[in-house]
């Protein structure tokens, strides 16, 4: 999802939705931001981010 709010309006709206948790970049200007968000039992590893990408390993029950 690419929003314009910051990281803390934008995991008031993620938990409105029903994610559990997710990886936010904040906006920089007029620039938007980033967010991942997911449920469930599912364990992502954080590979690296900018102001463009969110790259993560998914491991979903053991299955990647």
């Given at each position: 999802?690419?929003?314009k709010i910051n990281k803390f309006k934008i995991k008031k709206v993620r938990q409105r939705?029903?994610?559990q948790?997710?990886?936010d970049v904040d906006s920089m200007g007029s620039k938007g931001g980033l967010s991942l968000a997911?449920?469930?039992d599912v364990s992502i590893v954080l590979q690296s981010f900018s102001s463009r990408h969110i790259d993560?390993?998914?491991d979903e029950d053991g299955k990647k």
């Open positions: 999802m690419e929003t939705c029903g994610f948790s997710g990886i997911w449920s469930g993560v390993i998914i």
